[in-house]
């Protein structure tokens, strides 16, 4: 997996500085288990519903590596007419079921996903990978009480736990650098685990389920640029030349 993140993460460096957006940090934090998900863990019967909608640059590298998007795709990148919007566009990829530009509904489409496929006692898991900032939208605790009252073992909630958002840090914001708390009151299997150690992600990831798993993912925002670790800014600033290249000199 290493060598395939590396060049996954030149790839994305690439993709965003040629059309100049941001959401960087966010995505390198991010990228690491989409990845792995799509590559070692993911089987044909899966769904995956990103719903941090603003590491959709993630996401498309991720199909990149897999050949389902061209070098030429990701040149169209947040450009007009283009498929791959900045945030996930929902009708020209089976990869891509739910449109995810607004925060707070990703979660609720996959647990809708889950219960259909355990009704129709169909195959499959649904996979949601979520911001930690997310978890400030109602919605998601809506979805979680659904989910964890149908007990929806095929479902597995990650979240991106990099303790940066918008305007600041989860702390700072609405308190919820206490995420592991607040969601230890609910019927979950809930776990922790390194979102940068593939390893260690795909052990927890292939233990058996045997209710609604929900793993946070201890990660760092702008993972790989030492500039950009941890660094707010980089929530939304695009890459200037200088920044591109030092970043590429760092990622190898």
């Given at each position: ?103 707070g509904h990703g979660l609720p489409d996959a647990a809708g996903i889950a219960l259909g496929l355990k ?14 900032g997310e978890w400030e939208e109602g919605s998601n605790w809506e979805a979680l009480i659904f989910a ?41 299997e809930l776990r922790s685990v390194d979102g940068h150690d593939c390893e260690a992600m795909e052990a ?49």
């Open positions: 997996m290493k060598d395939l993140v590396t060049r996954a993460k030149r790839r994305l460096l690439q993709m965003h500085f040629e059309s100049r957006v941001g959401h960087i940090g966010g995505n390198l934090s991010a990228l690491d288990a989409i990845l792995l998900l799509h590559h070692r863990v993911m089987k044909p019967a899966d769904f995956f519903i990103l719903a941090k909608g603003h590491a959709a640059g993630a996401l498309y590298v991720a199909l990149w590596s897999l050949g389902k998007l061209s070098d030429e795709d990701l040149k169209t990148f947040h450009q007009d007419g283009t498929r791959l919007a900045g945030h996930p566009v929902a009708g020209w990829s089976s990869d891509i079921p739910f449109a995810t530009g607004s925060l009704l129709q006692r169909k195959p499959g898991r649904v996979f949601c990978l979520m911001s930690d964890a009252h149908h007990q929806l073992r095929n479902l597995t909630i990650l979240v991106d736990q990099n303790g940066l958002q918008g305007f600041g840090s989860t702390r700072e914001v609405a308190s919820m650098d206490l995420l592991a708390d607040r969601l230890a009151g609910f019927p979950v927890t990831l292939q233990k058996p389920a045997t209710g609604l798993q929900l793993i946070l993912l201890q990660t760092v925002k702008g993972h790989g640029v030492s500039f950009m670790e941890n660094v707010m800014d980089w929530h939304y600033l695009p890459l200037n030349e200088g920044q591109y290249r030092r970043a590429l000199d760092e990622v190898r």
